[in-house]
């Protein structure tokens, strides 16, 4: 897995944090310490991992703790937006049909590869994406390039033999006539060479792509801040791909070293297969780091919701009537599936699949039966026998079946609420993340 032993790093100081009965002055600097082995091992720079810690220090003994977290919770969620900090501000690439996309980067970081994977990636995301070889420095590009291809099944063009790039670019676009998205795959020299500068700046003028991607390979580590800097000097880099983030002790000084450029990481290489590529967003990959399951995922989810700490309080005590099952459909509408979210919570293994995998459809003549009940029968649903149940069923317009599996099902739910009320945790969660609607 990427990044395990940064991982493994960060979680193992987070569980001793937690294992401890107080957190007292020493616990938090022992706790810091380990942040700080764990970022410098995977190459972060030194006066970074220093100035980080010093802020989680600060901020963990000044900041009172919001909400319901307590010391060691507030600890994390600082360590969370401190590395988040660090490792830029996780903007999308806004990419557009018929864009071209101009990759470069030095000998051997991953830009022939990583141009197969963003075209994999894109024609994915809806685009028509094209290749282009336009390295003319390296003898076997063009065979590469076009296997790549050919696997994908992405249009490509190239021209073996022919040494002005410039040329076959023009060529490739006059195939192609505009249409799509093309991404051009350039040379790469040993270093940062004045020749290879030189060409890629020809290259940059001339065609004027849309967008110009720096492949960085991250098993530099911070040094590819330095890369970075480099060629924003002969083309204007709008963002970064780090490749090899697999098997790279160094990432995360790779990925630091970026964001203190200022150069952004749009996407990462985790492997040689073409679908060995993500999208870089810090949140979602702090919180895959930390573990603490996607709390960023599910923090904007739960944003919409707004938070009723009374039913929260309700549901955990085992009082659960129709009334909060119907609350928890409307919110879950606004949600979006619920089993993506459930998956996102630290417990949500624990709930039954077929629970959560109810249809929007079924949902909705819920809905609608319990249009038909009286109040009285959506706060006492033990009431409801079946003689009233054929009055729902006749008033709703629905089959008696779906009433009585409506009763069911809140049964269920009530059941399972009753078993999270020993779980301190639910109520907890509910509080920070705005009464998730379970
Ligand atoms: N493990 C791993 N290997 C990668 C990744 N990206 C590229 N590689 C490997 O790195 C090597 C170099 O990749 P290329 O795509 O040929 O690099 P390049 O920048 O085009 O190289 P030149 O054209 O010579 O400048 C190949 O063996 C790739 O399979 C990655 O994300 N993970
Ligand atoms: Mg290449």
Redesign the pocket.
Known sequence: MVFDKLKDGLQAAITTLRKAVVVDKKTVREYIKEIQKTLLSADVNVELVFKLSKNIEERGFLEKPPGVLDKSENLIKITYEELVGLLGRGEKLPIQEGERILLV?T????????AAKLANYLKKKGFNSRLICA?TF?PA?YE?LKQLSDEIHIPFYGSPGEKDALKIIGEGFEKFRGKGLTII?S??RHSLDDELMRDINRIYTEVKPEKTLL?LDSTIGQRAGEQAAAFKKACNVDGVIL?????SAKGGGALSACATTGAPVYFM????HAD?FEEFDPERFVSRLIGFGDLQGLLEKAKEVEFDEESAERLVSGKFTLEDLYQQIEQMKKMGSLSKLMEMLPFGSKIPRDMMDLQEEKLQTFRIIMDSMTEEEMQNPELIKRSRVERIAHGSGKKTEEVRELLNHYKKMKKMMKSFGDERKLKKLMKRFGGVGI
Request: hydrophobic letters at 15%; charged letters at 35%; a negative charge.
């Open positions: 980067g000998q051997g970081s991953g830009k022939t590869t990583t390295d390296r590009a590469q795959d040379e790469g492949v490749t090899k983030l697999d098997g290489g985790v492997g040689e060995d």
